[in-house]
Structures are given as C-alpha cells and as structure tokens.
C-alpha cells in the first residue's frame, strides 16, 4: 500500500554534485522519519542522513559538511543533495520512511534502491 520511488542516482566524477529524490505513494495518513542509507558491495547497509517531520536532521559522520537532506511534506518527498562526492561514497543508496498507512499501524518502509557511483 505504500511505496517508496527513488531517483537521480547514477555516474558522477569526485568532486561532482547529485541529487537523490524519493517519492512516498499509496494510503498515507502521516509520516514520520525520512532518510537515506547506503550499502556499499561487501559492507553493511549504513545511514547515511535523517530528518524528522519537523525538520531535524542527522548526518553520518562522513558525509557532514557535503550532503545536505530535506522534504516536501506537501509532496511526501525526500531529498538528497550529494557535493564533492567521493569514490567512498559508491554505493546502492535507499530511501527509509517510517509511515502510517490508513487504517494501519506505523511501519518502516524502504524503496528499490539507486545506485551511485563516483569515478573519473
């Protein structure tokens, strides 16, 4: 009933830019926590950024100071603005929401995944 819809991955050099986007759809009656995670070939799947639905964000470490997350609420949709990328940050990046469906309980969501890569 909900699904999570991401785009604007794909090839970019170190020192480029890339915006993500994920679109929430379906029943929705609130959501709460959107963010982005990343797994890179062989490595855990890591979170990557957060915000709350009032707007309070948390950044890993490693990307701090270059990746910058926001939404539209009015448009159930996230959004990762990814500067000065680098080839660590490679990886398959996936949208997180935690939503309550109508008529359901809370629940966390994720979508299909998009893949990034950084390389010259």
């Known amino acids: 009933q909900v699904q999570l819809v991401e785009s604007g991955g794909g090839l970019v050099q170190p020192g480029g830019s890339l915006r993500l986007s994920c679109a929430a759809s379906?029943?929705?009656?609130?959501?709460?926590?959107m963010g982005w995670y990343r797994q890179a070939p062989g490595k855990q799947r890591e979170l990557v950024a957060r915000?709350?639905?009032?707007?309070?964000?948390n950044y890993a470490d490693s990307v701090k100071g270059r990746f910058t997350i926001s939404r539209d609420s009015a448009k159930n949709t996230v959004y990762l603005q990814m500067n000065n990328v680098k080839p660590e940050d490679t990886a398959v990046y996936y949208c997180?929401?935690?939503?309550?469906?109508?008529?359901?309980?809370?629940?966390?969501?994720w979508g299909q995944g998009t893949q990034v890569t950084v390389s010259s």
């Open positions: 997180n929401a935690v939503v309550l469906p109508t008529g359901l309980l809370w629940g966390n969501y």
């Open positions: 379906g029943s929705i009656f609130s959501i709460n926590t």
């Open positions: 915000i709350s639905s009032g707007g309070s964000t």
